[in-house]
């Protein structure tokens, strides 16, 4: 096996489940790593400065920026997201496959940066069904739902980018399948390097 990590980005549709999956995916599986993104919004309640977010002014977000400290960030509804560097690479470097939650544009961003991650669009059944997420959380204000709705349909174009769409319908199957999709790809980067390095070792022999 590829002793090197793979990076999985993880997006979606605000309420489509994402943050749920992830959770499991963490609780049910060893090896993999969730990156902890910094933003300028404030706490929901129940979350944990340094575990859910590292929550940061927009101040402090800048100096992250100018110091290059991010691998990549974004604008989402009059807040900024960014993912640090640092603690990326180094868990990838350990072997864990380190699972990034962000937002359509620092996906195709991270994507250019490192070719061979695997990106996933986590969506709902239907629109309906997104609304419905999206009220019952009970934190979001009708002026932002009808934001987080409208930024829905913009990202819907972008989605095409994607290497796999997951609907998340029901959250038992949905987990099951996205670590397969992650252990797919796993191997495949590791055949790729395999036949890489028989590659060379044949050529050598020809020389």
């Given at each position: 096996m590829?002793?090197?990590?793979?990076?999985?980005?993880?997006?979606?549709?605000?309420?489509?489940?994402?943050?749920t999956?992830?959770k499991?995916?963490?609780?049910?599986?060893?090896?993999?790593?969730?990156?902890?993104?910094?933003?300028?919004?404030?706490?929901?309640?129940g979350?944990?400065?340094?575990k859910?977010?590292?929550?940061?002014t927009?101040?402090?977000?800048?100096?992250?920026?100018?110091?290059?400290?991010?691998?990549?960030?974004?604008?989402?509804v009059?807040?900024?997201?960014?993912?640090?560097?640092?603690?990326?690479?180094s868990?990838?470097?350990k072997?864990?496959?380190?699972?990034?939650?962000?937002?359509?544009?620092?996906?195709?961003?991270?994507h250019?940066r490192?070719?061979?991650?695997?990106?996933?669009?986590?969506?709902?059944?239907?629109?309906k069904?997104?609304?419905?997420?999206?009220?019952?959380?009970?934190?979001?204000?009708?002026?932002?739902?009808k934001?987080r709705l409208?930024?829905?349909?913009q990202?819907?174009?972008?989605?095409?980018?994607y290497?796999?769409?997951?609907i998340?319908?029901?959250?038992?199957?949905?987990?099951?399948?996205?670590?397969?999709?992650?252990?797919?790809?796993?191997?495949?980067?590791?055949?790729?390097?395999?036949?890489?390095?028989?590659?060379?070792?044949?050529?050598?022999?020809l020389?």
């Open positions: 590829n002793k090197k990590g793979i990076l999985v980005v993880v997006s979606g549709f605000s309420g489509a489940g994402k943050g999956l992830m499991m995916l963490m609780e049910n599986y060893d090896n993999y790593s969730l990156s902890i993104s910094a933003t300028t919004r404030a706490p929901r309640e979350e944990v400065n340094g859910d977010y590292f929550f940061v927009k101040e402090e977000f800048q100096r992250m920026i100018n110091n290059d400290e991010l691998l990549e960030y974004a604008q989402y009059d807040n900024y997201y960014g993912t640090p560097r640092s603690y990326v690479e868990e990838l470097e072997g864990k496959d380190v699972i990034l939650e962000i937002e359509i544009q620092g996906a195709l961003s991270i250019g490192y070719p061979d991650s695997l990106l996933i669009f986590v969506t709902p059944p239907s629109a069904e997104l609304k419905r997420r999206l009220i019952n959380r009970g934190t979001e204000t009708e002026e932002n739902i934001k409208n930024r829905a349909a990202e819907a174009v972008g989605v095409e980018n290497d796999y769409i997951l998340n319908d029901d959250l038992n199957e949905s987990l099951e399948r996205l670590h397969k999709l992650i252990q797919d790809q796993h191997m495949r980067v590791c055949h790729q390097l395999d036949f890489i390095s028989d590659m060379s070792k044949q050529l050598r022999t020389e």
